[in-house]
T-cell receptor, first 115, second 116 residues
Framework: GQQLNQSPQSMFIQEGEDVSMNCTSSSIFNTWLWYKQDPGEGPVLLIALYKAGELTSNGRLTAQFGITRKDSFLNISASIPSDVGIYFC???????????????FGTGTLLAVQP | ETGVTQTPRHLVMGMTNKKSLKCEQH?????MYWYKQSAKKPLELMFVYNFKEQTENNSVPSRFSPECPNSSHLFLHLHTLQPEDSALYLC???????????????FGPGTRLLVL
């Protein structure tokens, strides 16, 4: 089945630093989504990407849909303490037999920001 | 506020108890989902409902029983659970995962379940 590799697993950085994380897939995707999850809460959608090569920003966050359709990147610029949390990528492959493929989630990147 | 609410937020139950989790979405979506999130594991899809019809059961044990009375409400009935079922149970909704639509799912805050 489809697999998503997300890296790094964790990051410990100083406030003000830039952060980069990525996900790669064993097959092509039509959709890439990036979520952030705070402790004890559900994932919150940050950025949605629907087109290969697409580059989308949301404040200090920027995400890209890889041109090969098998990867995606999330960058956070000038990190602040409230960026702490777990960041998940999720992808969806092309429809199969008329049915939409389900979302596949990465294992998450834990981000810790030292003030 | 994501428009998807879940109750209760925390639940402790014994293995012989029967309890239910509730999810409600206020986004006008037609599809709803149950996920299980365990430590150090990717989100595991359990069930999918589209227009109140179950379209996916991801080999979930029968001690988990979903119910979707309408497109806005989703329940997960629990009975005779095991300690390894302890996890965060997340509900999500999306507009319409029919062919040709991009599926963007919005999550609720989850129910933290502990089975003793």
């Amino acid at each position: 089945g489809q697999q998503l590799n997300q890296s790094p697993q964790s990051m410990f950085i100083q406030e003000g630093e830039d952060v980069s994380m990525n996900c790669t897939s064993s097959s092509i995707f039509n959709t890439w989504l990036w979520y952030k999850q705070d402790p004890g809460e559900g994932p919150v959608l940050l950025i949605a990407l629907y087109k290969a090569g697409e580059l989308t920003s949301n404040g200090r966050l920027t995400a890209q849909f890889g041109i090969t359709r098998k990867d995606s990147f999330l960058n956070i610029s000038a990190s602040i303490p409230s960026d702490v949390g777990i960041y998940f990528c999720a992808g969806q492959g092309p429809p199969r037999g008329g049915a939409t493929n389900k979302l596949i989630f990465g294992t998450g990147t834990l981000l810790a920001v030292q003030p | 506020e994501t428009g998807v609410t879940q109750t209760p937020r925390h639940l402790v139950m014994g293995m012989t108890n029967k309890k239910s989790l509730k999810c409600e979405q206020h986004l006008g979506h037609n599809a709803m989902y149950w996920y299980k999130q365990s430590a150090k594991k990717p989100l595991e899809l359990m069930f999918v409902y589209n227009f109140k019809e179950q379209t996916e059961n991801n080999s979930v044990p029968s001690r988990f029983s979903p119910e979707c009375p309408n497109s806005s409400h989703l329940f997960l009935h629990l009975h005779t659970l095991q300690p390894e079922d302890s996890a965060l149970y997340l509900c999500a909704s999306s507009q319409d995962p029919a062919r040709g639509w991009q599926e963007t799912q919005y999550f609720g805050p989850g129910t933290r379940l502990l089975v003793l």
